[in-house]
């Protein structure tokens, strides 16, 4: 009788055995690198996005007081001598300072909605939680139709100074669009800290126009035919008073982008510091200069005031403010063009 052996079961290799093992192992290492690389990838987009946080959070209450005198400070404090000459000394000063403390309270309040709303970037967000989406769509139109026509005037003064300072047959609106360019080149620093730079020259161009027109017109100063008045000009109309204390109050318009500047602190709590240590330093400027401009020139000061000191003065003076009327007209363009990215 024969006998099937059945032939034993062919047994697996060790070196099979090794070779499953690495593809288990190279799996795990690749899993694991392609989770180290998705962590290290989100840590660097972490990092980025804290540095970029950190730039755009790198300004102080002092730098603060200097984009507030950027915004606020300009020809426009030469006007006051022409309202002065309207409403009278003692009511002048009297309006100067009264909306000096008004312009303080109310930027004191807008902080504190800053501080209850962090993620408030500008009035138009304000506008969003008064008034929900409409509200959104109204405050985005008029800030930034506000924010433009202030642009503009500093164009227009631009364009002002440079025909005083040349005499030129060349066409105004040539002028007009080299300051259009100069005002859109100086906005293009990214963060309000790099803007605080410039802010420097910008206070001291206006303080060195003021000072040399107040200087001028007080050596100038003879008797003049139509002195100065402690009170209202006689026969004054109420449109006359109502523009002369409108320019008054448009000379206190710095809490414009306050909340703008305020984005970009890093410590928004310090911005009573600065808008107190700001109106001080405003309201007395406005005063003395409106107050000493108009004792020298009297009734018939002009608007702007560096007008009244002469063609020579004026053209030196224009020539000094340069700076403040591009570097004060340029941030809100900044202000405008966060509004649009944001």
């Not at 062919?10 to 090794?18: F, I, L, M, R, W």
């Not at 996005?49 to 030469?78: C, E, M, N, P």
């Amino acid at each position: 009788m024969d006998h099937y052996i059945t032939p034993p079961a062919p047994e697996s290799s060790s070196d099979d055995k090794n070779i499953s093992d690495m593809d288990k192992i190279e799996a795990v290492r690749r899993t694991s690198d392609e989770a180290l690389g998705q962590v290290m990838g989100l840590d660097l987009e972490r990092e980025k996005t804290a540095q970029g946080d950190a730039y755009f959070h790198r300004l102080g209450w002092k730098r603060l007081t200097v984009i507030l005198i950027v915004t606020a400070i300009a020809l426009g404090s030469l006007s006051l001598p022409g309202a002065y000459a309207t409403l009278g000394m003692i009511p002048g000063v009297i309006v100067t300072i009264i909306f000096g403390f008004v312009a303080i309270y109310a930027s004191y309040i807008i902080g504190l909605v800053k501080l209850k709303y962090p993620k408030a970037k500008s009035y138009v967000d304000v506008g969003a939680l008064l008034m929900g989406k409409w509200g959104d769509v109204l405050f985005s139109v008029i800030f930034v139709s506000l924010l433009t026509l202030v642009v503009g005037s500093h164009c227009l003064t631009g364009t002002i100074a440079f025909v005083t300072m040349t005499e030129s047959d060349v066409c105004s609106l040539v002028f007009g669009v080299m300051s259009a360019i100069i005002l859109l080149i100086l906005a293009i620093p990214p963060s309000f800290s790099e803007v605080a730079i410039l802010g420097y020259i910008d206070f001291a161009s206006i303080l060195i126009a003021i000072g040399i027109t107040v200087i001028a017109t007080g050596v100038q100063s003879s008797e003049p035919e139509n002195p100065w008045s402690a009170w209202p000009k006689e026969n004054i109309s109420l449109a006359e008073a109502f523009v002369a204390i409108s320019n008054i109050v448009f000379a206190y318009a710095f809490a414009i982008g306050q909340i703008s500047y305020m984005d970009e602190m890093h410590t928004p709590e310090d911005f009573t510091k600065s808008i107190s240590a700001f109106g001080v330093i405003q309201t007395t400027i406005y005063t003395l200069t409106g107050s000493l401009i108009y004792v020298f020139v009297g009734q018939d000061v002009k608007s702007p005031a560096l007008l009244s000191a002469g063609p020579l003065i004026s053209k030196i003076a224009f020539g000094l403010a340069i700076p403040v009327i591009y570097i004060s007209g340029s941030i809100n363009t900044t202000v405008a063009a966060r509004q649009g990215v944001d």
